[in-house]
Nanobody, 115 residues
């Protein structure tokens, strides 16, 4: 079993920054890829960033150049640095991990960007 706990969400102004963290516990040796996803009200969940166990990263065009995902395997932590925030970045952000072919999700943290 793997458990994920996110922190760092909150309120930021457009153009500002926030940093999200996700700490994994449990059977952490079985974790492969990790990532962040978000879901805004009335919209489907979408990918924000992923990072492999070897550090390979992937971003959709909507956040590329503004968001940076990082991973510290020694601390079992994955972080998401969000810069140049836009109003449309407002959503619940969830950490996810791929474990033995299945996805494990955190509880989510709210990010709200105001003008």
């Amino acid at each position: 079993q793997v458990q994920l706990v996110e922190s760092g969400g909150g309120l930021a102004q457009a153009g500002g920054s926030l940093r999200l963290s996700c700490v994994a516990s449990g059977s952490i040796f079985s974790i492969n890829d990790m990532g962040w996803y978000r879901q805004a009200p009335g919209k489907q969940r979408e990918l924000v960033a992923t990072i492999s166990s070897g550090g390979y990263t992937n971003y959709p065009g909507s956040v590329r150049g503004r968001f940076t995902i990082s991973r510290d395997n020694a601390k079992n932590t994955v972080c998401l640095q969000m810069n140049s925030l836009k109003l449309e970045d407002t959503a619940v952000y969830s950490c996810a991990a791929r474990v033995n072919g299945a996805s494990v999700w955190g509880q989510g943290t709210q990010v709200t960007v105001s003008s």
